[in-house]
């Protein structure tokens, strides 16, 4: 489903270029939930910036579905790839009503039946037709990010790109929008490649995950690996130990 390659970019910068991800070798499978864990900087939300087009001038390949995506246009790329960013309420428009909110890629796409698609959305992340005369302002953060998983379902594409979805709530709500997504991803037979600093998030709803550090992935552990501590490299066993210590 992802396929990617020897990916490498090098950050412009001024008078110099830094590299932030060097020779990455991912591959998702149809269906699957892939993780991508490492500490701030480590270059994990810079492959789904890559993925998602916000990033240009990296080197290597990266295909979907069996297509390389310098192949694709964004209109075309955002059919089969939608991304859920880690602050709701910077992702939402704040002068949008949610009804707006949500109807705008539909209007962009010309799709029919505009007002079902909404209303599948919402009750999908489990909100109702109250909300939409709404503006985010008014909502909570777990209701944010909820519209913001809507929006990203509404066109139905294959792909769901979740950058940090959780980590900027509070803690009895990330477990509530884990499980939405846990259920999304069930019901709608959806392909995730999330990042999350947090282990204990990854090992929640992740198959498989690649452990970064400094722009590179020093290991590939699978859940019940990363569950029993079955890892090999000691930037991995650091945080398993990091983790631990604050439960």
């Not at 090098?10 to 991912?26: C, E, Q, T």
């Not at 090992?203 to 722009?215: D, N, P, W």
């Not at 590939?220 to 983790?243: F, K, P, W």
Request: with cysteine; proline share 4%; charged share 25%.
């Amino acid at each position: 489903m992802i396929a990617i390659e020897s990916l490498s970019f090098d950050m412009p910068g001024a008078g110099k270029s830094k590299r932030i991800l060097n020779d990455i070798n991912i591959h998702v499978g149809r269906g699957e939930c892939f993780g991508l864990v490492g500490e701030s900087g480590s270059g994990k939300t810079s492959i789904l910036k890559c993925l998602a087009g916000q990033f240009k001038g990296w080197e290597g390949g990266i295909a979907v579905q069996g297509k390389s995506i310098a192949d694709t246009s964004l209109k075309e790329r955002s059919n089969t790839m939608q991304m859920v960013f880690q602050d709701p309420y910077g992702a939402l428009h704040p002068r949008h009503t949610i009804r707006k909110i949500l109807n705008e890629p539909l209007a962009i796409k010309g799709l029919p039946d505009k007002a079902e698609r909404i209303h599948k959305a919402l009750k999908d992340v489990g909100l109702d037709e109250s909300f939409l005369p709404r503006y985010p302002h008014q909502l909570s953060g777990g209701q944010r990010q909820r519209v913001a998983i809507a929006r990203a379902i509404i066109l139905d594409p294959d792909i769901i790109l979740l950058d940090e979805p959780t980590s900027a709530l509070d803690v009895s709500v990330q477990a509530e929008i884990l499980n939405l997504l846990a259920s999304l991803h069930h019901r709608r037979q959806l392909t995730y490649l999330m990042v999350s600093h947090d282990l204990g998030v990854i090992a929640h709803l992740c198959e498989r995950v690649a452990v970064m550090k400094a722009g590179e992935v020093v290991e590939v552990v699978a859940r019940e690996d990363l569950i029993e501590g079955n890892v090999t490299h000691n930037y991995t066993q650091s945080l398993l130990q990091h983790a631990f210590s604050r439960e």
